[in-house]
């Protein structure tokens, strides 16, 4: 079995390199992985301007690993295109520090590398723990474990791509595994100006997007309900963003701009 590994945390992140304790005794792991943290940037590719890649000595002695200056979609699609000759088989992006639960994913660097991934047809797992302190990552590392193994032995669909998300806790303390929906979750976030001349460089006023505390509704069955009992969230995701409950409900909407736009020709 191949598997590749990266992560939005960067290179030099335990979390990944935990990863890469773990799996390496069940598969022949290569690594490709930003050159800094990239949290936030989500599917985000670099278009306008070249992308460097180097071989990095790894942290864990035998492993092939890369870096790249660039984002963790970007480590991906330089990881399947260009580096590797053999087709992966599995495609794992973490160990995060810090949950991605409910909309999240949608600016989640570790999710939008997984995304990548299942972009090009390859079975994915984002996976994440619950904190930025004192980190467990035994726990993650042995769950991606058990799912690269069932999914060389067929238990698994050949693509798919699964968020996972722990509590920063010891096997003991954690209360269970539940297969979940993504929740709501919500930040207040705050614009600050910023810097020694209160925001302005000498040009031009300059800003920081800072995210608050999230709110978040702990409806059960959904990923953040999960965490908050002390469980592992579990939550398949696609790429299928359509709101099909509404389809049928803009059915009359598009007959009326239909209408309005030949009239306008007329005129």
Same mark, same amino acid.
């Given at each position: ?6 992560? #939005? ?16 005794? %069940? $598969? ?6 930003? #050159? &800094? ?21 790894? %942290?864990?002695?035998?492993?092939? $690993?890369? +870096? ?9 699609? %330089? ?12 495609? +794992? ?22 995304? *990548? ?29 058990? !799912?690269? *193994? ?10 798919? !791509? ?27 976030? $705050?614009?600050? &100006? ?6 302005? #460089? ?43 409950? *509404? ?11 239909? *209408?309005?736009?030949?009239?306008? &020709?007329?005129?």
């Amino acid at each position: 079995m191949k598997i590749l590994i990266t992560n #939005d945390d960067g290179i030099a992140a335990p979390g990944l390199w935990a990863l890469v304790e773990e799996l390496r005794s %069940i $598969a022949e792991v290569v690594v490709v992985a930003p #050159d &800094r943290e990239q949290s936030g940037v989500g599917t985000s590719v670099t278009l306008h301007q070249p992308l460097r890649v180097r071989p990095v000595k790894p %942290i864990v002695a035998g492993i092939e $690993a890369y +870096v790249v200056e660039g984002t963790p979609a970007d480590s991906i699609i %330089i990881a399947l295109k260009m580096l590797l000759k053999d087709k992966m088989d599995l495609v +794992v992006c973490g160990i995060n520090e810090g949950s991605n639960l409910g909309t999240d994913v949608l600016i989640s660097g570790t999710v939008g590398a997984a995304f *990548q991934a299942y972009f090009y047809g390859l079975p994915a797992i984002a996976i994440s723990v619950a904190s930025f302190d004192n980190l467990h990552f035994e726990v993650a590392s042995r769950i991606c474990g058990l !799912l690269a *193994q069932q999914l060389a032995a067929g238990k698994l669909p050949p693509r798919l !791509l699964l968020n996972i998300n722990l509590p920063n806790l010891p096997l003991d303390q954690i209360a269970g595994i539940e297969i979940t929906e993504l929740g709501e979750r919500s930040y207040t976030d $705050a614009v600050k &100006r910023g810097g020694v001349k209160a925001g302005h #460089d000498g040009k031009r006023d300059y800003y920081w997007i800072v995210h608050g505390e999230p709110q978040s509704k702990e409806d059960k069955g959904t990923d953040v309900w999960a965490l908050r009992h002390k469980r592992i969230s579990i939550t398949p995701i696609h790429h299928d963003l359509t709101s099909h409950e *509404q389809l049928a409900s803009l059915e009359g909407v598009c007959s009326s701009l239909s *209408q309005e736009l030949s009239s306008s &020709r007329l005129g």
